[in-house]
């Protein structure tokens, strides 16, 4: 598809929010650092058995939003969300991130 001259994605090309918050790292410094670290750590927090389970999808005012593909490890995960915060506050300060909020959903 092609926008003034520019070239764009088609819909069904999106591209992962990982690949798109490095890319908005290089473009703006200012950007929070913690936040990318914590992305790009998210596997490493998760550990092997939950890496592909749950990834973060928002944040906002201290609160992380991680979606969660299958209700069964959405239960699962409630129940384990202080082990997760303390995965998480290893990685990045407990005044960054104040909360978790775990939801169903595709990310």
């Not at 929010?17 to 703006?28: F, P, T, Y």
């Not at 929070?32 to 990834?55: C, H, T, V, Y």
């Not at 969660?68 to 995960?77: R, S, T």
């Amino acid at each position: 598809m092609r926008t003034k001259g520019k070239e764009t994605r088609e819909p069904d090309e999106l591209s992962p929010l990982g690949n798109v918050l490095r890319v908005l790292e290089g473009l703006n410094p200012n950007l929070n650092r913690e936040i990318f670290e914590l992305w790009k750590a998210w596997d490493q927090i998760m550990g092997p058995e939950l890496k592909g389970i749950a990834r973060p999808s928002e944040f906002k005012k201290g609160v992380l939003l991680i979606k969660v593909e299958d209700p069964v490890w959405l239960q699962e995960l409630t129940h384990k969300k202080e082990e997760l915060l303390e995965r998480i506050w290893a990685q990045v300060s407990k005044g960054l991130i104040k909360d978790i909020r775990l939801v169903l959903g595709k990310y």
